[in-house]
């Protein structure tokens, strides 16, 4: 079972996250009023670390553990997707304060509520996905 | 072992998220969460409503341990390492929230006026979460990515797309913290 590396991957970047207060609703709305720097320190700092990091990558400094270059897929382009879909994001953020991944930490709260907010992150998906062809990207 | 049981800075929990994408990256795959919900539909049957759905899902069954280490990881991190639950916030924070009707705010974790069971069980509340869910879900495969794909992998990599994701980003949470949450509650 390799992939059980994930998991212990995944049980870090959750008590990471839990124990930064990244999974606080409160935290999220701080973030938003401009009134903590707690939020831009977290993905400040991992940006910067993650650029410096990514240069190692295209460097071939740092392989994977097969010893090959790290490729990173670049993202798909397009302007109507990213400011439209980004900002449908970012009301759906600023609301519920927790983004995928907080969510599924949360869960391991035992906060029952957010079944429905995954229900719902499920439904979401569903739906860009029926009417994507209609939309500008 | 105290500082294990205080709240953790941003100064770690940054590099600490960076170490968990090196990893990832590490062991060939990516740093992506919402695509996730993508497999789970899949794996739940959507196939047979959308075409889209009918890709190999087992193919990120590492990307849904990944999530299931999540849930995991925030049963520790509530069951054995967190005593106090309070969030330090900004006070002018906690003067905002107590005048759009938010109550003692970050004595606890979570505010119950969102994800209380009252709130739960009051249709407006429902509604609330189950909304905030679909823009979630919509804008992050609308926008190929969320939190972790664009803002930390694709501002990592220095992808315009990834800065004008999070340009909506900002944009949407804006409107929705200044505008919006003072008319809901």
């Known amino acids: ?137 | 072992m105290d500082f294990i049981l205080e709240p953790w800075p941003w100064y770690i929990g940054g590099p600490f998220i960076t170490l968990i994408m090196f990893f990832l990256f590490y062991y060939g795959k990516k740093f992506g969460i919402s695509s996730n919900l993508e497999s789970i539909c899949a794996m739940g049957g959507a196939g047979k409503l959308h075409e889209f759905f009918t890709f190999d899902w087992k193919k990120n069954r590492w990307n849904l341990m990944f999530i299931i280490g999540t849930v995991i990881g925030g049963f520790i991190a509530f069951k054995f390492m967190t005593p106090d639950q309070a969030i330090a916030l900004n006070p002018e924070t906690i003067s905002d929230l107590s005048e759009i009707g938010f109550q003692n705010a970050g004595v606890q974790y979570l505010p119950d006026e969102i994800f209380g069971l009252e709130a739960l069980l009051s249709i407006k509340g429902a509604a609330i979460l189950i909304i905030a869910g679909i823009l979630v879900g919509f804008g992050s495969r609308y926008a190929g990515g969320c939190t972790s794909g664009h803002a930390i992998t694709g501002l990592s990599n220095l992808e315009l797309p990834s800065l004008i994701a999070v340009i909506g980003f900002f944009i949407g949470g804006l409107i929705m913290t200044w505008l919006i949450l003072p008319l809901l509650f």
């Open chain 1, 1 to 137: 079972m390799k992939n059980i590396r994930f998991i212990v991957l995944g049980a870090l970047f959750g008590i990471v996250l839990s124990k930064a207060e990244v999974i606080s609703w409160y935290r999220i709305y701080e973030m938003f009023k401009f009134q903590s720097f707690h939020m831009y320190g977290i993905i400040g700092s991992a940006v910067v670390l993650g650029i410096i990091l990514f240069s190692f990558f295209k460097k071939g400094t740092i392989k994977n553990y097969l010893g090959e270059k790290i490729m990173i897929e670049p993202k798909e382009k397009g302007f109507y997707r990213t400011i439209i879909g980004g900002t449908i994001f970012g009301l759906g953020w600023g609301l519920i304060g927790a983004c995928p991944g907080p969510m599924f930490i949360l869960l391991g709260r035992g906060v029952l509520s957010i079944l429905i907010v995954i229900f719902g992150g499920l439904l979401g998906v569903l739906f860009y996905h029926a009417i994507k062809h209609k939309l500008p990207h």
